[in-house]
C-alpha cells in the first residue's frame, strides 16, 4: 500500500507525538527515581497522554499530597486504571459475541428438532397410504426400500433431537459459566463489591442517562487515618475492616443505588432519584452507622475504636462529564478532611 503526502505528513506527527510522550514518560521516571519497568513506563505514557482523566487525577492528587509513589502504588494504579480495564472489558465484549453465537446456534437446533418431528409424522403418514387394507405394505412393493430408509433416517433425526437437547443444555452451562466470570471480572476480591472498572462503566452509564434527563448525585467516600489502622491492627485486620466498610455501605443503600471500591480506601456511591440535599442526607446517614459501628476481633474477642469515614458529595449538572462530577466530589471529601474528618461535605462550585 503506498501512502499518500497527507497521509505520510499526519503517520510522521503521530510517531512525533508518541515519541515525545514516551521522552517525557522517561524523563518522569528518571526524576521521581523509579524503575524503567514495562508496567511504569506505560503508566506514565498514559499519563502524560492525559486520555484518562481518572489516571491522571489520581497521580496529581498523590503527588499534590506528598504521597511516595512506590512500586505497589504503581502496580496498583496500573493493575486498577490499565490491566483491569482491559480484561474486564475484553472478557464482557468476549461474553456478549459467544451469547450471541449460543442464542443462534440453539435456535437452529431448535428448528432442525421441529422439522425432524414434522418429517417423522409425514413417514408415519405416508406409510399408512402405502399399506393395503391390512395396514401391512406388501413385501415386493418398490417403495419399501424407501420407506425404509425414510424410517431410518427418522430414528436418526430423533436421536439427533436428544443430542440437541443435551448441547443446549450444555450451552446453557456454558453462558452461565461465562455471566460467572463476568462478574468475577467486576468485582473487586478483597470487599465483595464491583470494583473501579465496575464504576468507570457505570458512571458513564449514569453520565449518559443524567444527558437524557435523569440526573443522579456521587459521594466519595475515604476511611479516615487508614494508614494508622494499619500499623496499629496490622494489613490483615486493615483488609477485613475495608470488608466491614464495604458490607455498611451496601447494607445501608438502596438496591437501585451503587457503591463500588474506587481505590485503597476510598469507595464510591452513586445515588440516584435524591438532591443534592438528599444525596448528603444518605452520605449522613452512611457515617453515623459507621461511627456507631464497634469492631471485634472475633478471635480474641478485643474491641476496637470505631472506624470513621470522611464524604464529598455533589450533584450531576447538565452537561457534566464524569472527570467533573469526579472533581467535584473529590474536592468536597479533601473539605471534610481538612474540617477533622468523619463528616460530610458537599460541592457544586467547581466545574
Known amino acids: 500500500m503506498v501512502l499518500s503526502s497527507n497521509q505520510k505528513t499526519e503517520a510522521g506527527l503521530f510517531k512525533d507525538y508518541d515519541r515525545r510522550l514516551a521522552q517525557e514518560a522517561l524523563q518522569t521516571l528518571k526524576q521521581l527515581q523509579i524503575a524503567p519497568q514495562p508496567k511504569n513506563f506505560t503508566l506514565w505514557f498514559r499519563y502524560h497522554q492525559q486520555a484518562d482523566r481518572r489516571l491522571v487525577d489520581e497521580i496529581d492528587r498523590l503527588v499534590k499530597n506528598g504521597m511516595p509513589l512506590s512500586q505497589t502504588v504503581l502496580s496498583e494504579l496500573y493493575s486498577r486504571h490499565i490491566a483491569q480495564t482491559i480484561n474486564a472489558k475484553k472478557l464482557d465484549k468476549t461474553v456478549q459475541r459467544m451469547e450471541a453465537a449460543a442464542r443462534g446456534f440453539v435456535g437452529h437446533m431448535a428448528d432442525a428438532g421441529r422439522s425432524s418431528k414434522r418429517h417423522a409424522r409425514n413417514l408415519d403418514a405416508l406409510h399408512i397410504d402405502l399399506a393395503d387394507g391390512s395396514g401391512v405394505v406388501s413385501p415386493g412393493n418398490p417403495v419399501q426400500g424407501l420407506f425404509d430408509q425414510l424410517q431410518q433416517m427418522s430414528r436418526e433425526n430423533t436421536l439427533l433431537s436428544k443430542r440437541i437437547a443435551a448441547t443446549s443444555h450444555e450451552v446453557a452451562e456454558i453462558k452461565e459459566s461465562l455471566r460467572r466470570s463476568r462478574e468475577e471480572a467486576w468485582t473487586d476480591g478483597l470487599t465483595g463489591v464491583p470494583n473501579r472498572s465496575a464504576f468507570d462503566s457505570q458512571m458513564d452509564e449514569a453520565i449518559t442517562n443524567g444527558q437524557g434527563g435523569k440526573p443522579f448525585c456521587f459521594i466519595m467516600a475515604d476511611v479516615d487515618h ?25 447494607h445501608q443503600l438502596k438496591e437501585e443505588d451503587f457503591v463500588a471500591r474506587y481505590g485503597g480506601e476510598e469507595f464510591a456511591v452513586l445515588v440516584f432519584d435524591k438532591d443534592l440535599a438528599g444525596a448528603v442526607a444518605v452520605a449522613e446517614r452512611l457515617r453515623v452507622t459507621l461511627a456507631n459501628r464497634r469492631l471485634c476481633n472475633r478471635r480474641t474477642g478485643t474491641y476496637f475504636d470505631p472506624v470513621t469515614m470522611s464524604f464529598g458529595v455533589t450533584a450531576y449538572r447538565k452537561g457534566d462529564e464524569a472527570a467533573d462530577v469526579i472533581r467535584r466530589a473529590d474536592a468536597a471529601l479533601y473539605d471534610a478532611k481538612r474540617a477533622g474528618r468523619n463528616c460530610v461535605r458537599s460541592c457544586q462550585k467547581l466545574k
Do not use: E
Open 226 to 250: 487508614f494508614k494508622a489502622v494499619n500499623d496499629t491492627l496490622g494489613h490483615v485486620m486493615g483488609d477485613k475492616v475495608l470488608g466491614i466498610v464495604a458490607k455498611i455501605l451496601r
